[in-house]
C-alpha cells in the first residue's frame, strides 16, 4: 500500500476467507487489519452487498447468517465509508462511458474516488491504470 489510502472491493473481504489460496488469504488479512488499525481505507455499501450475497450463499461453505452479521459489524461497516445517492450513479455511468467498464465496475471505482482514495485494490480491473486520479493496484498480483 505504501501509505496511499486504499478503497477495498469485495474479492479483499472474500479471500480471508479462502483458505484454498493461502498467500492470497493472509495478504487479505493484513491489508484490512492494517486499514483497521491505522483508520485508513475505505469500502462502499456496494462491497458489502456483495460480500454478504458471496459469504451466505457462494462460499464452499456458506456463512451463517449470524456469523455474515459479525463480520459486517467488525470488519465491513467501519469501513463503509460511501453510500448510495443519485449522484453516485450519475458518476457511475460517466465513468462507464468514458473507460468501457461494467456498469458494477464503474460503480466501484466512482465510489473509490468519491472516498477520496488514491488506489483502488481489486481483482477486476487492469492493475496500473489510472482513472480520475486513482490507481488501480491487483494486491494479490504475484501470488
Known amino acids: 500500500m505504501s501509505g496511499a489510502d486504499p478503497f477495498l472491493d469485495t474479492n479483499v473481504f472474500v479471500y480471508i476467507h479462502d483458505d484454498r489460496a493461502p498467500a492470497k488469504q493472509d495478504r487479505a488479512v493484513d491489508l484490512v487489519q492494517t486499514c483497521l488499525d491505522l483508520g485508513t481505507g475505505s469500502t462502499s455499501y456496494q462491497v458489502v452487498q456483495e460480500f454478504l450475497n458471496v459469504a ?17 459489524r467488525l470488519y465491513l461497516m467501519p469501513l463503509c465509508r460511501v453510500f448510495l445517492d443519485a449522484e453516485l450513479f450519475e458518476e457511475a455511468l460517466r465513468l462507464r462511458s468514458r473507460y468501457e467498464f461494467s456498469f458494477y465496475d464503474a460503480l466501484v471505482v466512482s465510489s473509490a474516488v468519491r472516498a477520496g482514495c488514491t488506489v483502488l485494490l481489486t481483482e477486476d480491473l487492469p492493475s496500473g491504470q ?10 494479490f498480483r504475484g501470488l
Open 130 to 139: 489510472v482513472v480520475e486520479g486513482l490507481r488501480i493496484e491487483n494486491p
Open 56 to 72: 451466505t450463499r457462494k462460499f464452499s461453505k456458506p456463512m451463517s447468517e449470524e456469523r455474515a452479521a459479525e463480520f459486517m
